[in-house]
């Protein structure tokens, strides 16, 4: 079982680029979350996915754009890359709601941009 | 916010030694989660203990819950070089905006 899978895992940007990162899961999930990690400021929601078809909002959804494409890929956009946006991104996955069903992470992609 | 916060936020002990890390939260919660970060990798799902329950075990580690502190501990047992990571408490009353602290960093030193 591969879980949660990112692509690409390592990508370096020019200010103003753009890019999609890639997450799919094989576990059948419901949710589906993009996270960003940054040094000293643990892990922030950038969209989710509660069901197919639907998407929402979190905490820094700012730059950043999703796509539920079915069941099993959430991809996230970057239209124009900012430095601010240097982070680790993940992807998740959870059968049910975030808060009552554990969460699945993926590996990360780490994004540098310049 | 729906994000614990770790105490301490860095803990370093010998192989074989036992490891307890605090969690504190401020508001009513439906459950607590419990993850583990290794370098480089993402997180992965230890434990959930609910509301109602006050203590819960897996293996090597055990969760206690205290909601009239409004705190939870993880302590894991006989450590091991591999437990070496970052860890994290997520509590939630009920809101899909789950998010996570800053963790607690643990060094086991073989």
């Known amino acids: 079982n591969a879980g949660v899978t990112q692509t690409p895992k390592f990508q370096v940007l020019k200010t103003g680029q753009s890019m999609t990162l890639q997450c799919a899961q094989d576990?059948?999930?419901?949710?589906m979350y993009w996270y960003r990690q940054d040094p000293g400021m643990g892990l922030r929601l950038i969209y989710y996915s509660a069901s197919e078809g639907t998407t929402d909002k979190g905490e820094v959804p700012n730059g950043y754009n999703v796509s539920r494409l079915n069941k099993r890929e959430f991809s996230l956009r970057l239209e124009s890359a900012a430095p601010s946006q240097t982070s680790v991104y993940f992807c998740?996955?959870?059968?049910?709601?975030?808060?009552?069903?554990?969460?699945?992470f993926g590996n990360g992609t780490r994004l540098t941009v310049t | 916010s729906q994000q614990g916060e770790e105490d301490p936020q860095a803990l370093s002990i010998q192989e074989g030694e036992n490891a307890t890390m605090n969690c504190s939260y401020k508001t009513s919660i439906n459950n607590l989660q419990w993850y583990r970060q290794n370098s480089g990798r993402g997180l992965v799902h230890l434990i959930l203990i609910r509301s109602n329950e006050r203590e819960k075990h897996s293996g090597r580690l055990r969760v206690t819950l205290d909601t009239s502190k409004k705190s939870s501990s993880l302590l894991i047992t006989a450590s091991r070089a591999a437990d070496t990571a970052s860890y994290f408490c997520v509590h939630s009353g009920g809101y899909q905006k789950v998010t996570f602290g800053i963790g607690t960093k643990l060094q086991v030193i073989p």
């Open positions: 576990m059948n999930h419901n949710s």
């Open positions: 998740a996955s959870s059968l049910g709601r975030s808060y009552n069903s554990p969460l699945h």
